[in-house]
């Protein structure tokens, strides 16, 4: 039984989206020895995700998004990058030694730092039949659509907030499938205001207005200003039934439409995947605006913590561009700060970075803003919905957790389980702490979730591979 | 919901899979969730407390929604490639 060899690097990058894959390509084009982790096969992330093997388009054609994971995967592919795919991060301990399981084995890395750059999941505010089959995340109709070319059903209605929504509406008309109607929690005027935000980038207000007018080809029911209030059927949703809402998400009592559906793809926005700087117990800040709880960090992604930097949609919502520059500002960082930039280098590196993020603000302020959390969409869930799906925790329950004396989120997991499922609290965290913040006063006093390994759940049977019982070293008993 | 395979798309070999049981056709490449989804099967097991039915729901990985038993362990089906002769028990309430 030979003892898992810890492989030394100078630089551990955790997430190969975007941002961490910049981030790997800047400190090891610095002259760091650098280990790319991902839970992929692929690097992409998730905007990025490459077909997998098998599949192809048939006439090569590639939209935008494919060419720029194209050209990230061949950078890295090109690079000294030590690229290490499918394998799940399930431990990081000290500075920084992490731990990961794959079907191949576990392996382990050792560096003094570490780029955390694990992306965003999709926040979906619960409503009455969210748990039917056939409801599905508006990211993950992407993924079926550009990564396994499926459309997710006959008939889909696609409803939440932001340019998603009109990305997958497109999207499923151009796969041919059909778009029962588009439930959208913005207003026109909500969108006439991000329009100069979104002309700030003409390539992509282009994609988006060809989506609208395919949309508006296919007379595609648009129902602005409206939520999902209930999805219904048996063993999997049949329709969907939604009402008028006011800007902050509230009911106004307008009449209600229902579809018939065999599909319903439904966000509403994003939230940070910040757990690594949460298991490190770097400092975090609460920002609405950016999509919830996120680290605290200086210009070039240094967080509280040593060594750890935080980049990308994971220590701030703001997309895939944006996200690529911000990690490789932490990889121009790491490599300073271990001393493999000088100042100099590094100030003129750094400075044109800077320059390209800022011509991004005004694009990922729009979009964000069309994404941003209706508060009261969190106080209208009915008391009988399910929050956490993991551990089926409805409100009351939740509710009732509150009053005998649960007053930030870690208590109320304690008293209702709420969160300590499969899914470690990603799916309800947000809308759990909103409800806790309800009583509590606010997000701040409401509180995260403490990090705890796992980070990702990994079969025991992953992580002990070959060992058995009797490799279980036992000491010879004392003499008596 | 059976999700539709789109036209244009290069596909890897035909492979077949067993379903509790029963066969189930899908190509090479394809995530187990989708092949599954693409077969119109929709539920792929019970929640434990309540046993309310659950499907696929994120796709990325984060949800473990699609936690179900595949070759004799618990792997999350959007994250599985598909591979001939791969058995898949849809798992129960448990």
Not at chain 1, 275 to 302: C, M, N, Q, Y
């Given at each position: 039984?030979?003892l898992?060899?810890?492989?030394?690097?100078?630089?551990?990058?955790?997430?190969?989206?975007?941002?961490?894959?910049?981030?790997?390509?800047?400190?090891?084009?610095?002259?760091?020895?650098?280990?790319l982790?991902?839970?992929s096969?692929?690097?992409?992330?998730?905007?990025?995700?490459?077909?997998p093997?098998?599949?192809?388009?048939?006439d090569?054609?590639l939209g935008?998004d494919?060419?720029a994971?194209?050209?990230?995967?061949e950078?890295?592919?090109?690079?000294?990058v030590?690229?290490?795919?499918?394998?799940?991060?399930w431990?990081?301990s000290?500075?920084?030694?992490?731990?990961?399981?794959?079907?191949?084995?576990?392996?382990?890395f050792?560096?003094?730092?570490?780029?955390?750059?694990?992306?965003?999941?999709?926040r979906?505010?619960?409503?009455?039949?969210?748990?039917?089959?056939?409801?599905?995340?508006?990211?993950g109709?992407?993924?079926?659509?550009?990564?396994?070319?499926?459309?997710?059903?006959r008939?889909?209605?696609?409803?939440?907030?932001?340019?998603?929504?009109?990305?997958?509406?497109?999207?499923?008309?151009?796969g041919?499938?059909?778009?029962?109607?588009?439930?959208?929690?913005?207003?026109?005027?909500?969108?006439?205001?991000?329009?100069?935000?979104?002309?700030?980038?003409?390539?992509l207000?282009?994609?988006?207005?060809?989506?609208?007018l395919?949309?508006?080809?296919?007379?595609?029911?648009?129902l602005?200003?409206?939520?999902?209030?209930?999805?219904?059927?048996?063993?999997?949703?049949?329709?969907?039934?939604?009402?008028?809402?006011d800007?902050?998400?509230?009911?106004?009592?307008?009449?209600?439409r229902?579809?018939?559906?065999?599909?319903?793809?439904?966000?509403?926005?994003?939230?940070?995947?910040?757990?690594?700087?949460?298991?490190?117990?770097?400092?975090?800040?609460?920002s609405?605006?950016?999509?919830?709880?996120?680290?605290?960090?200086?210009t070039?992604?240094?967080?509280?913590?040593?060594?750890?930097y935080?980049?990308?949609?994971g220590?701030?919502?703001?997309?895939?561009?944006?996200?690529?520059i911000?990690?490789?500002?932490a990889?121009?960082a790491?490599a300073?700060?271990?001393?493999?930039?000088?100042?100099?280098?590094f100030?003129?590196?750094?400075?044109?970075t800077?320059?390209?993020?800022?011509?991004?603000?005004?694009?990922?302020g729009?979009?964000r803003d069309?994404?941003?959390?209706?508060?009261?969409?969190?106080?209208?869930?009915?008391?009988?919905?399910?929050?956490c799906?993991?551990?089926?925790?409805?409100?009351?329950?939740?509710?009732?957790?509150?009053?005998?004396?649960?007053?930030?989120?870690n208590?109320?997991?304690?008293?209702?389980?709420?969160?300590m499922?499969?899914?470690?609290?990603r799916?309800?965290?947000?809308?759990?702490?909103?409800?806790v913040?309800?009583?509590?006063g606010?997000?701040?006093?409401?509180?995260?979730?403490?990090?705890r390994?796992p980070?990702?759940?990994?079969?025991?049977?992953?992580?002990?591979?070959?060992?058995?019982?009797?490799?279980?070293?036992?000491?010879?008993?004392?003499?008596? | 919901m059976?999700?539709?395979?789109?036209?244009?798309?290069?596909?890897?070999?035909?492979?077949?899979?067993?379903v509790?049981?029963?066969?189930?056709?899908?190509f090479?490449?394809?995530?187990?969730?989708?092949?599954?989804?693409?077969?119109?099967?929709?539920?792929?097991?019970?929640s434990?407390?309540?046993?309310?039915?659950r499907?696929a729901?994120c796709?990325?990985?984060?949800?473990q929604?699609c936690?179900?038993i595949v070759?004799g362990t618990?792997?999350?089906?959007?994250?599985?490639?598909?591979?001939?002769?791969?058995?898949?028990?849809l798992?129960?309430?448990v």
């Amino acid at each position: 039984m030979a003892l898992p060899l810890v492989l030394p690097f100078d630089l551990v990058v955790i997430g190969a989206g975007p941002a961490g894959g910049a981030a790997a390509l800047a400190a090891s084009e610095a002259g760091l020895r650098v280990v790319l982790i991902d839970e992929s096969a692929a690097p992409g992330g998730q905007v990025y995700r490459a077909m997998p093997a098998g599949l192809s388009h048939s006439d090569g054609a590639l939209g935008p998004d494919e060419r720029a994971g194209q050209a990230l995967r061949e950078a890295i592919a090109a690079s000294s990058v030590t690229w290490k795919g499918g394998a799940r991060v399930w431990s990081i301990s000290g500075r920084y030694r992490i731990d990961t399981a794959s079907t191949a084995g576990c392996e382990s890395f050792e560096a003094p730092r570490l780029v955390a750059a694990t992306g965003a999941h999709e926040r979906i505010v619960p409503f009455p039949g969210w748990t039917l089959p056939g409801v599905i995340g508006l990211a993950g109709a992407t993924i079926l659509m550009k990564s396994q070319g499926m459309v997710p059903g006959r008939r889909t209605l696609v409803a939440g907030c932001g340019p998603l929504l009109a990305a997958v509406a497109a999207k499923i008309i151009a796969g041919g499938g059909e778009v029962a109607a588009i439930v959208d929690l913005s207003s026109r005027a909500d969108w006439l205001k991000a329009l100069p935000g979104l002309a700030s980038r003409p390539a992509l207000l282009k994609q988006g207005i060809n989506w609208f007018l395919a949309i508006g080809m296919a007379r595609v029911p648009v129902l602005f200003r409206h939520t999902i209030v209930r999805a219904e059927g048996e063993n999997a949703v049949a329709s969907v039934t939604a009402s008028p809402v006011d800007g902050n998400g509230r009911l106004s009592g307008g009449p209600e439409r229902t579809f018939e559906v065999d599909s319903l793809a439904v966000g509403h926005g994003l939230v940070p995947g910040a757990e690594i700087p949460r298991l490190l117990r770097s400092k975090l800040a609460f920002s609405a605006a950016s999509g919830g709880w996120i680290p605290v960090r200086d210009t070039f992604g240094r967080c509280s913590v040593e060594g750890l930097y935080a980049a990308g949609d994971g220590a701030e919502i703001a997309g895939a561009l944006p996200a690529a520059i911000t990690g490789r500002l932490a990889g121009l960082a790491a490599a300073r700060d271990s001393g493999a930039l000088d100042s100099a280098r590094f100030e003129i590196l750094s400075e044109v970075t800077l320059a390209a993020f800022r011509k991004t603000l005004a694009f990922s302020g729009a979009a964000r803003d069309l994404m941003r959390p209706r508060p009261a969409m969190i106080e209208d869930i009915a008391p009988d919905t399910v929050v956490c799906r993991c551990e089926d925790i409805r409100r009351s329950e939740i509710e009732a957790a509150i009053a005998a004396g649960a007053s930030e989120v870690n208590q109320l997991k304690h008293f209702s389980r709420c969160g300590m499922g499969p899914c470690q609290g990603r799916m309800c965290g947000d809308t759990v702490a909103g409800l806790v913040a309800l009583h509590a006063g606010s997000r701040e006093a409401a509180g995260y979730w403490t990090g705890r390994p796992p980070l990702r759940p990994v079969p025991l049977s992953m992580l002990l591979g070959e060992f058995d019982y009797s490799d279980i070293p036992v000491p010879e008993p004392a003499p008596l | 919901m059976t999700a539709q395979r789109m036209a244009g798309i290069g596909r890897g070999a035909p492979v077949s899979i067993v379903v509790d049981g029963s066969p189930v056709e899908a190509f090479g490449g394809e995530s187990l969730a989708a092949a599954l989804l693409a077969a119109n099967i929709v539920q792929l097991r019970k929640s434990p407390r309540e046993g309310g039915v659950r499907g696929a729901f994120c796709f990325m990985g984060v949800c473990q929604e699609c936690a179900i038993i595949v070759d004799g362990t618990v792997q999350q089906a959007c994250l599985v490639p598909v591979h001939d002769g791969m058995t898949v028990t849809l798992r129960g309430s448990v």
